[in-house]
């Protein structure tokens, strides 16, 4: 079974970092596309970042320079190194697969976990 | 970045009827669109992919057709679960970008 296991949100100050984590289970992050999509408070769906399925990584204009997505394929698992954050980050956040690789839209997410950006 | 439109924003319907949901890109995107379902307080969900696959478990009163800008989700026969919200996404150029959302509300 497909699984996606978000975990580190939690509640932080202006400036401050936080690194979220993914861990897949049920098939293997190496080779597929992995992105973070965030959800602001009774808010609509937001792109942040993708991963391709070999180093290659984009970002979101609200995000670029502060946020980086990376990938460990001994564990499976996705990173969202956050960095600078702002009170317009708070928001769950969403790890999701794009299936079939680049196209084909994202065909498993994880539960969300939620980032709290205030003093 | 291509921007998506949705109408309407939200609607009501009874169950067992039929809704159509539509979804406008700014520029041509082919027929890279995706729709997804979402439930409050859950993740979202893939229903249809570029355009007009479905994804598998999905139920067929779902369906999905358009290509270049304009494109729409049609859902035959309502049910009780299916009260929920719907966003379009395209995939065919970074930014990737989502409609703002239609919600299904009971009539």
């Known amino acids: 079974e497909v699984q996606l296991v978000e975990s580190g949100g939690g509640l932080i100050q202006p400036g401050g970092s936080l690194r979220l984590s993914c861990v897949a289970s049920?098939?293997?992050?190496?080779?597929?596309?992995m992105a973070w999509v965030r959800q602001a408070p009774g808010k609509g769906l937001e792109w942040v970042s993708l991963?391709?399925?070999?180093?290659?990584?984009y970002y979101a204009d609200s995000v670029k320079g502060r946020f980086t997505i990376s990938r460990d394929n001994s564990k499976n698992t996705v990173y969202l190194q956050m960095n600078s954050l702002r009170a317009e980050d708070t928001a769950i956040y969403y790890c999701?697969?794009?299936?079939?690789?680049?196209?084909?839209?994202?065909?498993?997410w994880g539960q969300g976990t939620l980032v709290t950006v205030s003093s | 970045d291509i921007q998506m439109t949705q109408s309407p924003s939200s609607l009501s319907a009874s169950v067992g009827d039929r809704v159509t949901i539509t979804c406008r890109a700014s520029?041509?995107?082919?027929?890279?669109l995706n729709w997804y379902q979402q439930k409050p307080g859950k993740a979202p969900k893939l229903l249809i992919f570029v355009a007009s696959n479905l994804q598998g478990g999905v139920p067929s009163r779902f369906s999905g057709s358009g290509s270049g800008t304009d494109f729409t989700l049609t859902i035959n026969g309502l049910q009780p679960e299916d009260f929920a919200t719907y966003y379009c996404q395209q995939s065919h150029s970074l930014p990737l970008t989502f409609g703002q959302g239609t919600k299904v509300e009971i009539k």
């Open positions: 991963i391709d399925s070999g180093t290659i990584t």
């Open positions: 520029q041509t995107i082919d027929s890279f």
């Open positions: 999701a697969r794009e299936g079939g690789g680049s196209g084909d839209g994202f065909d498993y």
């Open positions: 049920g098939f293997t992050v190496n080779g597929n596309y």
